[in-house]
């Protein structure tokens, strides 16, 4: 199989309908031999009943909804996603549809010549069509140099949703997860620098949904989660 894409779901019944059904109707017009895996993460609302009547109206078996009760992170949904992934190719992409899937194949692309891909929000080849408000923007700011600075990563969008990797690279920096909530990425990312994995930042496009699961203060939380994440 050439390419896993992996959802991380939670509380998700108002906005994950739309989207998959668009990831499923391009990926099958552009994409060959891959897979979606829609991991609900212990959601308390129908964002299960949703992914089933999708995947039922579509009438595929490539869309596979993994469930569990409990909500874990985000972290702990995307592990459980590389865990089931087949594919050559290995990505999570959020399921609020701030990222469009013609974003994917330009990823794939470049993960053909790189072991992993981030997408990249902060440079000026990307397209922002609606911009986070101010104070989103700002601890976004702070939260990215002050893990650089940390911990020497250099990447410019840490916390971007739309992430790839080629598969013994996924299955390696996922294992034995530490960090089940929003900081994951740069415990991934820290992992990726000590691998010595190469890395390309992508410029894409990407807008912002409203409702979103990370609220303001949150970046200002995962601070002190990197404190724990330099030890690791």
Not at 15 to 30: Q, T, V
Not at 193 to 216: A, C, G, R, T
């Amino acid at each position: 199989m050439e390419t896993s894409i992996i959802i991380p779901a939670y509380n998700e019944e108002k906005r994950i309908e739309k989207f998959l059904n668009e990831l499923i109707n391009y990926s099958k017009e552009n994409l060959r031999d891959f897979e979606i895996i829609v991991v609900n993460d212990g959601s308390r609302d129908k964002t299960a009943d949703v992914v089933n009547a999708v995947i039922k109206s579509n009438n595929t078996d490539f869309v596979k909804l993994v469930n569990y009760r409990v909500n874990m992170g985000k972290g702990y949904a995307v592990k459980t996603g590389v865990n089931e992934a087949q594919g050559k190719h290995v990505l999570f992409i959020d399921a609020d549809g701030a990222i469009k899937p013609n974003e994917i194949p330009v990823m794939l692309k470049h993960l053909a010549e790189n072991d992993v891909v981030i997408g990249n929000r902060k440079t000026s080849d990307s397209k922002i069509t609606k911009p986070q408000p101010f104070t989103r923007r700002l601890a976004s700011s702070v939260f990215n140099s002050y893990v650089n600075a940390l911990l020497g990563i250099k990447v410019h969008d840490l916390l971007c949703g739309f992430k790839g990797f080629k598969q013994d690279v996924a299955k390696n920096v996922f294992a034995n997860l530490k960090t089940n909530r929003w900081a994951f990425d740069v415990e991934v990312l820290c992992k990726v620098k000590k691998n010595n994995y190469s890395v390309y930042q992508l410029p894409i496009e990407w807008e912002h949904k409203d409702d979103s699961k990370m609220k303001f203060a949150d970046p200002l939380k995962i601070l002190l989660e990197i404190l724990k994440i330099r030890f690791l």
